[in-house]
């Protein structure tokens, strides 16, 4: 079971669901330093305790860095390599680990979608820290001044946005899309039978850009939907559609 999900909340909570999280002690904690403190006791049992009981025999100081360096990766390309020479481990070691926090629903891995298209294609999953609550701690973050400040508020938005669409359809198949060329869309669904693409934006109104043009093309979408923080919804062109969470939500049935 997971945390809570904006349809399950007042839609005015939004912004303090992605700060907090969706575990219910922390999103419903009285200040945001209790929220903080409950959060990091969490991650601390979890590493401690929930995974020796899975099973892994991993020392929970070398998972807490792994972790806290997959929340620096959040929203972007994942590097076995490059996180192996980081924490002096090989990229097998970086792989099982990342594995691990996988299958105990920590982190989400987001495959790319591939087919023959004629363009060389960026073939290396995605990786988000699935709690946007947890993600912030690991990242020190403990407000929204701070939050908003930091380099990685794109990618906690893009996770969080993304943790909220796919809780909302679970039977969808999810990939993202990215061109060596740089052409890419957040979010791929395979959803009854239709492609419907995913941009998400922070700007305060997003505009049609030559990525979403290529995606449209490439991919054969039957819509592109583009989810920003603001309420007012307007069409790009055709196919393309700016909108909320909420309306977002509303049109993924």
Known sequence: MGGFALEEINRQDLNRLWLRGGFPRSFLARTEAASSA????????????DLG????????????????????????????SEIGRSLGEAHTTVKRHLDTLSGALVVRVLEPWFENVGKRLVKSPKVYIRDSGLLHTLLGIGDRRQLDGHPKVGG?????????LLAHVPK????????????????????????????IKR??????????????????LHRLLVVYPGSVRYTLRPKVEVMSLTQCLAELV
Do not use: C
């Not at 409950?38 to 590493?47: C, G, H, N, V």
């Not at 997003?206 to 449209?216: D, E, V, Y």
């Open 156 to 164: 906690s938005w893009e996770g969080f946005i993304i943790e909220q």
């Open 203 to 220: 700007a305060d109104a997003p505009k049609m850009t030559p990525s979403m043009g290529a995606a449209i093309e490439d991919l054969e």
């Open 38 to 49: 409950w959060r990091e006791d969490f991650i601390r049992t979890f590493l401690e305790r």
């Open 53 to 80: 009981q899975l099973g892994v025999q991993v020392p929970s100081g070398t998972m807490r860095r792994f972790w806290t360096m997959t929340a620096h990766y959040s929203g972007g390309i994942w590097n076995s």
């Open 172 to 199: 969808a198949k999810a990939y993202y899309w990215r061109t060596q060329a740089g052409a890419e869309l957040d979010l791929l669904m395979f959803l009854n039978g239709r492609r419907i693409g995913i941009e």
